[in-house]
């Protein structure tokens, strides 16, 4: 069973179109993220919802707009899309929002920005 | 800057060698986590450390947390093709579950 699944795994698309990245876990969790991870590596976050509300928002173009219709799910909107935007988007869960605990994360999506 | 700097960022050595890999940072963090991240997929939870000068083993990964709670490092004794990966260290700062990664290591054990 997979805990916390993206869709889809790639998306390739030109400049200045608008995508969306969908998240789900099924472990019950209150606390969602989206993180950002560059072509170092580098993992970053963007969003944390814990319970539909947002609660973290870290330095994110308002391009950038996440949605959570309900605590299961948190999907990725992203507007105008420029080439700095390619990168490996992952979504995460926590049992809730106190500090340490572990997260899961999901399987990635690639994006590429033509 | 990062608020975790991880060194050394590559690592390539022969099935058998042991290793160190080093998480620093001048911030003081509540606790750390040590995550694993293959090709193609996320980051895993190796292990969380808490207290400062804790070490904790996972078979042959040994974790330790700095006295200071700024800084870790993980042993991995005996390494095998298996362990090849990212490695990413991972601290949380007072309440909240904000985790703030290290750049990480990659790890490349040849067999």
């Known amino acids: 069973d997979t805990a916390v699944s993206q869709t889809p795994k790639y998306l390739v698309t030109q400049m200045g179109n608008d995508k969306s990245i969908k998240c789900e876990q099924n472990?019950?969790?209150?606390?969602m993220y989206w993180y950002k991870q560059d072509s170092k590596k580098f993992l970053k976050i963007m969003f944390s919802y814990n319970n539909k509300e947002l609660i973290i928002n870290e330095t994110v173009p308002n391009r950038f707009s996440p949605k959570s219709p309900d605590k299961a799910h948190l999907n990725l909107h992203i507007n105008s899309l420029e080439l700095g935007d390619s990168a490996v988007y992952f979504c995460?869960?926590?049992?809730?929002?106190?500090?340490?605990?572990?997260?899961?994360f999901g399987p990635g999506t690639r994006l590429t920005v033509l | 800057t990062q608020l975790l700097e991880q060194s050394p960022q590559f690592l390539s050595i022969q099935e058998g060698e042991n290793l160190t890999v080093y998480c620093n940072s001048s911030s003081v963090f509540s606790s750390l986590q040590w995550y694993r991240q293959e090709p193609g997929e996320g980051p895993v939870l190796l292990v969380t450390?808490?207290?400062?000068?804790e070490v904790k083993k996972l078979k042959r990964l040994t974790f330790q947390f700095g006295d200071a709670r700024k800084d870790s490092s993980l042993h991995i004794t005996a390494a095998q093709p298996g362990d090849t990966g990212l490695y990413l260290c991972?601290?949380?700062?007072?309440?909240?579950?904000?985790?703030?990664f290290g750049g990480g290591t990659r790890l490349m054990v040849k067999p």
């Open positions: 472990l019950g969790h209150d606390t």
């Open positions: 991972a601290g949380v700062k007072n309440a909240g579950n904000m985790l703030t």
């Open positions: 995460a869960s926590s049992q809730d929002s106190g500090g340490g605990n572990e997260q899961f």
């Open positions: 450390v808490v207290t400062g000068g």
